[in-house]
């Protein structure tokens, strides 16, 4: 079968409710250039369903489109338009397998506690779709965001709302000062392939962890732990001194801030004692029944309260501690949902800079915003956010109207560092210690562990080192903006990549174009960079690419779903992400109960010029270059006129936007002279969508405020989600 032109995710939630609507305009408009756009499913319900066929009929199977898609980026061919989709946290898994059993598909519960080697086998299998299973695979490349030029332009023509901050503030950031990932890590660079195994040794004997791991050589490989004890020391320590900060008429709230979807195995773990932390008093004395109703702390507060629901004992032993506890920062005041309801929505990425921007503030459970303590257990990514707040205290709010821009060139190829992680994280079950050796006997790695230690090897490939400084150097040469490395050579992974970087940037005649900072102090300088107006390239490792191009975009831009998101394939592919996902679950609620849909497909409009231009250049297609300049023209357009989605009922939303972009889109195409044809094509295109302005956005505007229906939330029904995101027989009758 050919590969089409462009693949086209098919995705999760929001997203994946807007491509019902965005991507029949893509196909209709990339037809008239000779263009197949085709779609891979990688939401969370295909990867399922592709992981247990032998339970499904033949008519339910799916093809394993993850797989093939982890191929095709490997190839010069590639070239992929990649929505965000669901990290899944072990609620959300278990939540997607009950949808997927109540629509005839018999697959097999998750095990929360396999006990059988069957259920073990079974447990094995779901661990793959688990967290960041779908970014590894296809990030075969690294990366390259930064807000697109009419983005930015707009941002500070339109500056966004950005809370006050005041010095004296309470608002700050906690972390562990030993014991943690950052203080017991070690690395080594690997002079020659190796192969290894991680063994824990105790005085029972050896035990195997992980065997038959493989290393290219020159690749940096990294080993470390958190202390279960000293965690749940400083977790303790913290809710007593935020305790202790309440004063009479202004709350102080208790935080946490992880990635608990992307790092599946360690950060869940780590939300788990957060948890027991809080609820240590109820744990203490009701271990037994708690144990017996099948409480998994791991799960969060929302899944225990639902198993002790009919046991107004401990109910009420809950209640009691509430008033010895912090209040909490809230994910949902409105419906009393805090942060340590459920682990999927603890996301460092998406939490931080929304309280950042919102001078310090977070919701509490009085539906008031106030100071925050936020907790990040692990120190090695703490320093950037401690470093912002301080920042702001002594500055003020950041300006988006004068506001300079922080770009980011990422190491994420070949599941570079601790995003890579999860097959070489576990849990410790005994005191012993912890070694990665190699086949000829040689100790990489070593620790000394306790019971409940978390433990982690995580590793970063030569050949994307290389590309990751290569793309440094064009990016810094094609702006000549100021280029900072957010190394720290006091970490021992960083300090092994710095003996990489500066041979490379010296043999490349540009160290004197680079600065390499610690990230606490990179961070200010960012600061301090775009607070005079001017740019900066943070230069960054796969965890902080992540949090960064979430924290700055967020501060200039309002959001990170505006970026442009380009992953320059290593084989010559090219991959175009459309932006974070983290408010997705909010929208698709707000969808099913008031008809609305604010998420906004800018980060999609961005990804779309790109995939255009690229295959313009990679194949030598003039027509995909004009619909690319031409969906640039479109973009700018929905920014000028104020065409992107509203976030209440009544205003316009998703769908509008979409309306409005293929009308932009054709007039462009309709206005450009570079190609006679494509222009023929859309005059009678542009005209009729300008004609029946009225009568389209009139029926686009019937599902307003009324539940809709979308037959499902991880799995829909196409022809359900097509009626609600297709309303307009007059749009669907001119596109086709």
Same mark, same amino acid.
């Given at each position: ?60 199977? #799916? ?87 009419? @983005? ?29 990932? %950052? ?57 007593? /001194? ?11 709230? %208790? ?30 004395? %009701? ?16 899944? +225990? ?10 109910? =009420? ?57 936020? #907790? ?7 320093? @950037? ?76 490939? /030569? ?43 010296? =043999? ?39 949090? +960064? ?26 991959? %175009? ?10 929208? @698709? ?88 044809? +494509?222009? =023929?094509?859309?005059?009678? #295109? ?51």
């Amino acid at each position: 079968m050919t590969t089409p032109d462009i693949i086209y995710t098919k995705v999760d939630e929001a997203p994946e409710l807007a491509s019902a609507s965005l991507l029949p305009i893509i196909q209709r408009f990339a037809k008239a250039a000779g263009i197949s756009v085709g779609t891979k499913d990688i939401s969370l319900a295909g990867r399922i369903l592709a992981t247990f066929p032998e339970h499904l009929t033949n008519d339910q199977r #799916v093809s394993d489109d993850l797989a093939a898609l982890g191929e095709l980026v490997k190839t010069p061919a590639a070239n992929v338009i990649k929505l965000p989709n669901i990290s899944a946290s072990v609620p959300q898994l278990v939540a997607a397998v009950t949808e997927l059993q109540s629509k005839g598909y018999n697959i097999p519960n998750y095990p929360e506690a396999p006990d059988t080697e069957e259920e073990k086998a079974i447990r094995a299998r779901y661990d793959t779709i688990k967290g960041s299973a779908v970014n590894p695979v296809l990030r075969e490349g690294n990366s390259d965001r930064r807000a697109a030029a009419a @983005v930015k332009n707009y941002a500070q023509k339109n500056p966004h709302r950005m809370g006050a901050w005041e010095a004296s503030s309470k608002t700050r950031v906690a972390a562990m000062d030993g014991g943690d990932f %950052f203080s017991n890590e070690t690395s080594v660079t690997l002079e020659a392939e190796t192969s290894a195994k991680i063994v824990l040794e105790t005085a029972r004997g050896e035990t195997v962890l992980k065997d038959g791991l493989s290393y290219p050589a020159g690749t940096v490989l990294d080993a470390t732990y958190m202390s279960a004890s000293a965690l749940d020391a400083f977790l303790a320590d913290e809710i007593g /001194k935020t305790m202790a900060a309440q004063t009479e008429g202004e709350a102080v709230l %208790f935080s946490l801030h992880m990635k608990a979807t992307m790092m599946k195995v360690s950060d869940p773990i780590i939300f788990g004692h957060a948890v027991k932390a809080w609820l240590a008093p109820v744990f203490d004395k %009701f271990s037994e029944e708690l144990k017996a109703a099948g409480v998994n702390p791991n799960s969060g507060m929302g899944d +225990l309260l639902a198993r002790v629901a009919d046991n107004p004992e401990i109910m =009420a032993a809950i209640e009691e501690n509430r008033k010895s506890r912090p209040p909490m920062y809230m994910v949902d005041s409105d419906k009393g949902i805090g942060n340590l309801h459920v682990p999927s929505d603890v996301i460092i990425d998406a939490s931080m800079p929304a309280l950042i921007r919102a001078g310090g503030k977070g919701w509490g459970p009085d539906g008031k915003e106030h100071d925050a303590v936020c #907790v990040i257990p692990d120190n090695s990514y703490a320093p @950037v956010y401690d470093e912002s707040i301080a920042f702001f205290k002594e500055n003020g709010a950041l300006d988006p109207a004068t506001a300079g821009t922080v770009q980011n060139i990422g190491l994420m190829a070949q599941k570079a560092e601790e995003y890579g992680s999860h097959p070489t994280t576990f849990e410790i079950a005994e005191s012993g210690t912890v070694k990665m050796i190699a086949s000829d006997g040689t100790v990489l790695h070593s620790h000394d562990v306790q019971p409940g230690d978390i433990w982690r090897s995580a590793s970063a490939r /030569k050949a994307p080192i290389e590309d990751w400084v290569q793309l440094a150097i064009d990016r810094q040469k094609a702006t000549g903006f100021r280029a900072i490395f957010w190394l720290d050579a006091n970490r021992a992974h960083d300090a092994q990549l710095i003996q990489y970087v500066k041979p490379l940037l010296q =043999a490349a005649g540009v160290a004197d174009k680079f600065e390499i900072m610690a990230p606490r102090d990179a961070t200010r300088a960012s600061l301090e960079t775009i607070t005079k107006g001017e740019n900066t390239i943070a230069i960054t490792g796969n965890v902080l690419r992540d949090y +960064l191009t979430d924290l700055f975009p967020i501060l200039e831009l309002a959001t990170s779903a505006k970026m442009l998101s380009i992953v320059k394939l290593m084989q010559g592919g090219g991959l %175009f992400e459309t932006g974070a996902g983290g408010s997705a679950p909010k929208h @698709v609620q707000q969808l099913h109960g008031e008809g609305h849909l604010r998420w906004d497909s800018l980060g999609e409009f961005c990804a779309l010029g790109e995939s255009f231009t690229f295959l313009a250049d990679a194949k030598g297609n003039a027509k995909a270059r004009v619909l690319g300049n031409a969906v640039d023209a479109a973009t700018q357009g929905i920014l000028d006129d104020n065409r992107s989605p509203g976030r209440k009922v009544s205003q316009p939303d998703n769908r509008d936007s979409h309306y409005w972009f293929a009308r932009y889109w054709a007039e462009a195409l309709a206005a450009q002279t570079d190609d006679a044809e +494509l222009a =023929a094509e859309f005059a009678p #295109v542009a005209k009729a969508l300008a004609e029946h302005e009225a009568t389209i956005l009139a029926e686009l505007d019937t599902t307003e405020g009324a539940e809709a229906d979308t037959g499902g939330y991880y799995m829909n029904d196409p022809a359900k989600l097509a009626a609600v995101m297709r309303p307009s027989a007059t749009l669907n009758g001119i596109i086709g």
